[in-house]
């Protein structure tokens, strides 16, 4: 059985960095697109970025591109999403997820794992 462990949220300030990590079990990892998502107080979970299995592909939403970063160390069985540049409308509990045999989607419904959750508060 498949289980993700997001990790590195925190309270920072605007204008910081932050990486979060999700680290994969019970599956072979390498087979596996990874995405993060993230929902903010009152709001719905809204896409951040997604990676290919292999890390050739990645997608970004449009609000984080050029500040956030995905990326993947199949030898560790974990996805990182680095953020730099954080502003308070970045303040969310940010989830990953994972789906078998897809090249890596925006869209939240075709992934089948998913992870706990970890906050990240951005003051201003």
């Known amino acids: 059985q498949v289980q993700l462990v997001e990790s590195g949220g925190g309270l920072v300030q605007a204008g910081d960095s932050l990486r979060l990590s999700c680290v994969m079990s019970?599956?072979?990892?390498?087979?596996?697109?990874m995405g993060w998502f993230r929902q903010a107080p009152g709001k719905e979970r809204q896409f951040v970025a997604a990676i290919s299995a292999e890390g050739g592909r990645t997608y970004y939403a449009d609000s984080v591109k050029d500040r956030f970063t995905i990326s993947r160390d199949n030898a560790k069985n974990t996805v990182f999403l680095q953020m730099i540049s954080l502003s308070p409308e970045d303040t969310a509990v940010y989830y990953c997820a994972s789906k078998k045999f897809m090249i890596a989607s925006y869209d939240e419904r075709r992934y089948e794992n998913w992870g706990q959750g970890t906050q990240v508060t951005v003051s201003s």
């Open positions: 019970g599956g072979s990892f390498s087979i596996y697109a």
